[in-house]
Structure formats: C-alpha cells, structure tokens
C-alpha cells in the first residue's frame, strides 16, 4: 500500500507543499482529513483522549502513532512510551518530533516486548477492519500486555451514518475507505468502527474484561480491556 497517510505527514512537518488529505469511501462523498489534526496541541485534544491519556499507566505501547502527538504529551509526564507505526515516513517525523523510543513494524506481527497499557487513539483499533480480524488482533494484543496490563481505545457506532437502512450483509461497522493525497491513492482497505454492545460480546468471547470509561452523545466511546481472570 502506498504510505499516502505517511507523506502527508511528513510533507505538512517538513513544510512542503502539502496538498489535502482526502478519504474516499462508499457510502457518500469523499471527506477531507485535516492534516493539522495529527499535529494536534495539548489543548486540542478532545476530551475521550484525554481520559486515556490520564488513564496509561507503567510501560506505554502508542500503537499507530502517527505524527506522536500523544506519545510527545506522555513522555513530556514522564511516561516510559514507544511510539510503533508501520509507516516508514510517519517513523521519520515522530524521531524528528523528538519521541524518544519508536518502533517501525506491523503490530499484527510485533512480538518484541510486553508493555502495561496498549494506546490505539483516533479510532486506531479500526485497523483490525472487519469483526473477524478484530478477533485476531485482540488475541494477539494479549500477547503484548504485562500481567494487569490494559488496552485503552475509542470507537464509535456509526448506525447513524445509515439513516436507518443498516445493510442486510455483514456488520455495519465495517467500513471500506481510501486515502487521496496529491497524486497518490491507496488501495481500498478495511476501517471498522464498532459499538458498545458489540465489543463486549467479543471482548468476552475473547478473555477480556471490558469497562466503558466515557462516552459522548455523538456515540463515541472509550473503553479498557482488561484480561480476565
């Protein structure tokens, strides 16, 4: 896959021409993606993440760190954070940014160490794509966590994208998107979004305990996974 996400952080760090970031997807017209919010200041951070920044604790894994905006606000608390991207150029920048440990690699395969809290901000456990892989990927996170480690990540349910006319196939969470930058495009590729009642069911099915810290009216959510005992 093209690192389209990669270079428009990049380009907009190194103060490029940088183009705009758009998300093509199948449902209705293509939205833009400020690229400004991968840059985000301490006092732009939304509320949900916020929470789960105040919640990590022990040794941090920032999964899908993108530009390092939350790893930056959690070393500058003294946290012992890793950064891990699997995009070469996003790795560039979060070394350039300052973050002191960083990981460039896939994180269905990163096996490296254990860590006390898993991070998957701005939706980031959508990566999993669909409800089969999210199983997966939950297994394998498990892998990952120190015993009483946590994920903490927000999700969001998305019905009300549908208008009431949910598709008859498949969940509709499972989103298909595309990003477009400059002459770029990637292949289309899996974004999952899933709602409360949903994710318990797996986060049971799969070992986890599971605690809804905070939600909004908008249907946005953040959770901890917590391997049960």
């Known amino acids: 896959m093209n690192d389209v996400l990669g270079q428009a952080i990049y380009d907009r760090y190194h103060n490029l021409d940088a183009g705009k970031l758009w998300i093509n997807n199948k449902y209705g017209p293509k939205e833009e ?13 939304p509320d949900i993440e916020w929470m789960a920044l105040e919640q990590c604790r022990g040794t941090v894994l920032d999964i899908g760190a993108g530009a390092g905006s939350h790893a930056l606000l959690l070393q500058e608390q003294g946290v012992d954070v890793t950064a891990l991207d699997v995009s070469p150029l996003c790795i560039n920048v979060l070394k350039e940014r300052g973050v002191k440990k960083v990981v460039e690699a896939d994180v269905f395969t990163y096996d490296k160490n254990r860590y006390d809290t898993l991070l998957l901000l701005m939706n980031g456990i959508g990566l999993a794509g669909t409800i089969v892989q999210l199983k997966e990927l939950l297994l394998h996170l498990k892998t990952l966590l120190n015993k009483d480690g946590q994920i903490l990540f927000d999700s969001s349910d998305i019905a009300y994208l549908y208008e009431g006319n949910l598709p008859k196939q498949g969940y509709y969470g499972e989103i298909q998107y595309q990003y477009s930058y400059k002459k770029l495009k990637t292949e289309w590729f899996n974004w999952l979004y899933i709602d409360e009642h949903t994710l318990l069911q797996i986060a049971i099915e799969m070992g986890f305990n599971m605690d809804v810290l905070i939600e909004d009216e908008f249907g946005q959510y953040l959770t901890r996974l917590t391997i049960a005992v």
Do not use: L, Q, S
């Open 33 to 45: 993606m400020p690229i400004a919010t991968y840059f985000r200041a301490e006092d732009d951070i």
